[in-house]
């Protein structure tokens, strides 16, 4: 069974840092897209930033200077560095897997993690 397991959320003042982490496991031979999305009370879940595994990556404008993304091919990994947090940052954090290869001829997209939460007070 393939699964996404996130770590790293909790509560940090404005101006600090957290990182977070997503690991996928499973029989998995690739996975081609990874990304983080967010969601806050009464909003829609919104893309917060994704990379390819070719190391291709995309900010939300909201957070382009302050978040980056990377990942561990090998490890099958993702991390979200957030930087100079603000409270409007403040949401459930979810990891998500596309285009995932699970042998040479089967592959899945859509695969979300169970989601990590991030308070940022002011």
């Known amino acids: 069974q393939v699964q996404l397991v996130e770590s790293g959320g909790g509560l940090v003042q404005a101006g600090e840092s957290l990182r977070l982490s997503c690991v996928a496991s499973?029989?998995?031979?690739?996975?081609?897209?990874m990304g983080w999305y967010r969601q806050a009370p009464g909003k829609q879940r919104e893309l917060v930033a994704s990379?390819?595994?070719?190391?291709?990556?995309m900010y939300a404008d909201s957070v382009k200077g302050r978040f980056t993304i990377s990942r561990d091919n090998a490890k099958n990994t993702v991390h979200l560095q957030m930087n100079n947090l603000k409270p409007e940052d403040t949401a459930v954090y979810y990891c998500?897997?596309?285009?995932?290869?699970?042998?040479?001829?089967?592959?899945?997209?859509?695969?979300w993690g169970q989601g990590t939460q991030v308070t940022v007070s002011s």
């Open positions: 998500k897997a596309d285009r995932v290869a699970v042998s040479a001829a089967s592959r899945f997209s859509g695969l």
């Open positions: 499973g029989s998995i031979l690739s996975i081609n897209v």
């Open positions: 990379i390819t595994s070719v190391g291709s990556t």
